[in-house]
C-alpha cells in the first residue's frame, strides 16, 4: 500500500468520477475472463480459486477512461461468484454496487444461476446496467446470434431490457467486441447518478487483512458520505474506535474519497482479528447497528410463501445474518407479493430507511425474496395495528414527507434533530434544510435544543397544558399555579412546555407571571369555546359517517383553521370525536359504535370494499378508512383483498 501519489494518479489531478460495477451471472460464463480482458487484472486471488479455475470468493479491479465531457472516470469492478455454492459471496459484493454487467455464455445461454443473479439485483434495487454475450468465438454467428434472441427474451420486461439496455456480443479470447463494450460502459457510467453526498459517511467491509509494514486494511464500496485521512472512525457493531491512517483507490494514494468510491483504508487502533466481513465503517456517535427492523418484503413469483415467525438468511451489503420475520397481518406472504414484516437479526448490522436486503431459505439455500428497509428505530411500546398503519403510510410517502412522518410518530415528546439524523443516515444540515418549507408554513417547529415537533403535536399539547390547567385551577379552587407543578402533571419536555405556554398566553388563555400562571378573569372566551365546541359536535354527529373534514367545517363556522385543529384535538381527548387514521378523517362516536353494532352482526361473513360502501352508504373515501378503524378495533380482519368479520 503506497503511502503517495504518483504524478499520473487521480490524486495529482483531483478525484475522477467514480462508479462501481459487478459482474453476475452463471458460472464458467467468462465474467473473471471479461475483467481481466478490461483491466489487465485477474481477479482470482485465492489459491483454492487458481486451482480449480472458479471464483470463490469476491475479486477487485478498475478501469480508467474519460466521460463524453472528457471528464476522469475510475470504473471500479467487483467479480462475484457464479457457483450456486457462493451465492451469499455474491450477495456480499452486489450490495454496494451502482450497475450489474450481466454476463452469458453463449454456448450455454441462460442458466440457474443467470436467473438467481438477476433476481438478486431486482431485489436489491438495481437500475443500471447491461448485459454481455461472451464466448462468441467458440460458436458460430447463428448459434450466438440465437443465443442473442434468447436472452433478449429472457430480460424482457426487465431492468436489463434490451431496449433499454444493450447486449453486447464479446470474445475475451479474441478481443473481439471489446471495443464496443468499453464504450457502452462509459456510457453506462455517465447515466448513474451520483450517491448522496447528504448522508453521514458508512463503509460496509467486505475484507479486512494484515499487510506487511501497513498493519490493518480493510476494504469496501463507500455508500454514503465521505472519509478522509486522519478521520476518526468507528466500526460497529460494538463501538469499536480506529483511526483512518491512509487511504486507497484501486492502487493510487487519496487524501478524500466520497460516496460511490471502492477503496482500501488502512487502520490504526484495531487488529485484524477484531474485524469481519459485515462489520461497517461509521463516523464516530452516528450510526449504530441495530438488532429489530421494519420493512417492506417481497417474495419472487416462484417462492415458496412466507409463513409469520419463519427464519430466514438475512443479506444485506457484507453482512449475513438470521433473522426471525414477524408479518404485519400474520396471514403468510404469498409468491409474487409484498407485505410489511418486523425483522428481529440474530447479530446487530447498521441499517438505514430504503437499504435493501435479500432473504434466502432452504437446503441447499436459494433466493426467495427480499426488500426494503423502512425503519430501523421501532417506537418502543407502539400498539401493533398504529406502527402497521404508520409504517403503510411512510411506504408510499415521498422522501420529504417519510421525515415529517417520523417527527409526527413521536407526538408530544418530538425529536432531537441529532436523532433524527441517526435514524434517517442524513446529515443535520442536510435535514434542517429539507424542513426549511414545513417550517416557515409552520408544519413543523423548530423547538431551543434543536427539538422537531409537528404542528398536530403542538396543538395536542396545548389541549393538553389548558384542560390540566383548569383542571388544577378548579380542584384547588385558585386561581393560580406554579409552573414547575403544571410542569410535572403534563410530562412535556421543557421546550414543549414552554412553547405552548406562550402561545397560550398570546392567545389570552392564561397570563404569565413570574414563575406562576394565572386565570384571566372577566370576559366570555369560555363561553365562545363551549358554543364552538358544541357546534363541530353537532355538525359531526349530524354528517354520519360521511363527516366533513376540518378544514370544511372551520370554513362552515368560520373558526380559524388552528383553532379548529385545537378544539377538535379537544373533543379527541373527550373522546366525543373518534379518529380514522392518518387522513386526518373524524366521525363522532355514536356514528362509529353504530357502525361497529351494524357490521358485528355479520359475524363470520366476508366483507368487501363494494359491499361495505353499500352497508355504510358512504364512498371510498370514506369507506378505506373506515374498514381500517374496524380492523384496529378487532371488529374485522384482513385478508388479502377482502375482510372477515370477526
Excluded at 479 to 500: N, P, R
Excluded at 603 to 625: C, E
Aim: aromatic share 4%.
Amino acid at each position: 500500500m503506497t503511502t503517495q501519489p504518483s504524478p499520473q494518479s487521480p490524486a495529482a489531478v483531483g478525484p475522477p468520477r467514480s462508479v462501481v460495477i459487478g459482474t453476475a451471472g452463471h458460472i464458467d460464463h467468462g465474467k473473471t475472463a471479461l475483467i481481466r480482458a478490461l483491466t489487465g487484472v485477474d481477479t482470482d486471488r485465492l489459491p483454492e480459486e487458481k486451482r480449480r479455475g472458479i471464483t470463490v470468493d469476491l475479486g477487485f479491479a478498475s478501469m480508467q477512461a474519460r466521460l463524453a465531457d472528457s471528464g476522469p472516470l475510475l470504473i471500479g469492478f467487483i467479480d462475484v461468484p457464479g457457483h450456486a455454492q457462493f451465492v451469499r459471496n455474491m450477495l456480499a459484493g452486489a450490495g454496494g454496487i451502482d450497475a450489474v454487467l450481466l454476463v452469458v455464455s453463449a454456448e450455454e445461454g441462460v442458466k440457474p444461476q443467470t436467473e438467481e443473479h438477476l433476481a438478486i439485483c431486482s431485489l436489491l434495487g438495481i437500475e443500471h446496467g447491461l448485459t454481455v454475450l461472451t464466448k462468441i468465438d467458440a460458436v458460430s454467428d447463428a448459434r450466438w446470434n440465437t443465443a442473442r434472441r434468447a436472452v433478449a427474451q429472457f430480460l424482457a420486461g426487465t431492468f436489463l431490457d434490451p431496449k433499454t439496455a444493450p447486449i453486447v456480443p464479446v470474445s475475451a479470447h479474441s478481443g473481439a467486441g471489446m471495443d464496443a463494450l468499453r464504450q457502452a460502459l462509459i456510457a453506462l457510467a455517465a447515466r448513474i447518478p451520483a450517491r448522496n453526498a447528504g448522508s453521514l459517511a458508512r463503509l460496509p467491509i467486505d475484507r479486512a487483512f494484515a499487510m506487511k509494514g501497513f498493519g490493518t486494511v480493510v476494504t469496501g464500496t463507500l455508500i454514503s458520505g465521505s472519509l478522509k485521512t486522519g478521520q476518526s472512525v468507528a466500526i460497529e457493531p460494538g463501538q469499536r474506535s480506529a483511526k483512518i491512517r491512509g487511504i486507497q483507490v484501486h492502487g493510487h494514494a487519496l487524501q478524500t474519497v466520497v460516496a460511490g468510491t471502492r477503496v482500501a483504508l488502512n487502520l490504526a487502533g484495531v487488529e485484524v482479528a477484531e474485524l469481519q466481513r459485515g462489520d461497517t465503517l461509521v463516523e464516530p456517535g452516528s450510526i449504530a447497528a441495530v438488532e429489530w427492523v421494519d420493512a417492506a418484503v417481497e417474495l419472487l413469483p416462484a417462492a415458496p410463501s412466507l409463513k409469520h415467525r419463519a427464519a430466514v438468511h438475512f443479506h444485506a451489503f457484507a453482512s449475513e445474518c438470521m433473522a426471525a420475520v414477524s408479518l404485519y397481518g400474520y396471514q403468510a406472504v404469498a409468491p409474487g407479493t409484498s407485505r410489511l414484516a418486523r425483522f428481529r437479526l440474530s447479530r446487530p448490522v447498521v441499517l438505514l430507511p430504503g437499504d435493501r436486503f435479500v432473504i434466502r431459505q432452504g437446503t441447499p439455500l436459494f433466493t426467495v425474496g427480499g426488500g426494503r428497509i423502512l425503519d430501523v428505530r421501532p417506537v418502543a411500546r407502539l400498539k401493533r395495528s398504529a406502527c402497521h398503519a404508520w409504517l403503510q403510510e411512510l411506504r408510499n410517502a415521498a422522501p420529504e414527507e417519510q421525515i415529517g412522518l417520523r417527527i409526527a410518530r413521536r407526538g408530544t415528546a418530538g425529536i432531537a434533530l441529532r436523532v433524527l439524523a441517526v435514524e434517517t443516515g442524513m446529515k443535520s444540515d442536510v435535514l434542517l434544510a429539507g424542513l426549511a418549507g414545513a417550517i416557515e408554513a409552520g408544519r413543523v417547529s423548530l423547538l431551543p435544543g434543536d427539538l422537531l415537533l409537528s404542528r398536530d403535536a403542538l396543538d395536542a399539547a396545548a389541549v393538553l397544558v389548558q384542560s390540566e390547567f383548569e383542571r388544577r385551577v378548579k380542584s384547588t379552587a385558585t386561581c393560580a399555579l406554579k409552573q414547575s407543578e403544571l410542569k410535572s402533571q403534563t410530562h412535556l419536555a421543557g421546550e414543549v412546555f414552554d412553547l405552548v405556554l406562550r402561545w397560550l398566553e398570546s392567545e389570552g388563555k392564561l397570563r404569565l407571571r413570574n414563575e406562576s400562571i394565572e386565570t384571566i378573569g372577566g370576559g366570555d372566551r369560555s363561553g365562545i369555546e363551549a358554543a364552538r365546541l358544541a357546534a363541530i359536535e353537532a355538525a359531526f354527529e349530524s354528517a354520519g359517517l360521511g363527516a366533513p373534514s376540518g378544514e370544511e367545517l372551520a370554513a362552515r363556522l368560520e373558526i380559524p383553521p388552528a383553532e379548529m385543529r385545537r378544539l377538535i384535538t379537544l373533543l379527541l381527548r373527550e373522546k366525543v370525536l373518534v379518529r380514522l387514521g392518518s387522513d386526518s378523517l373524524f366521525v363522532h362516536r355514536r356514528a362509529a359504535e353504530g357502525l361497529k353494532e351494524t357490521v358485528r352482526a355479520l359475524h363470520g361473513q366476508p366483507l368487501d370494499v363494494a359491499r361495505f360502501k353499500q352497508l355504510a352508504g358512504v364512498s371510498r373515501k370514506y369507506a378505506i378508512p373506515l374498514l381500517e378503524y374496524l380492523d384496529r378495533e378487532r371488529i374485522t380482519r384482513r385478508q388479502d383483498d377482502t375482510r372477515v368479520v370477526l
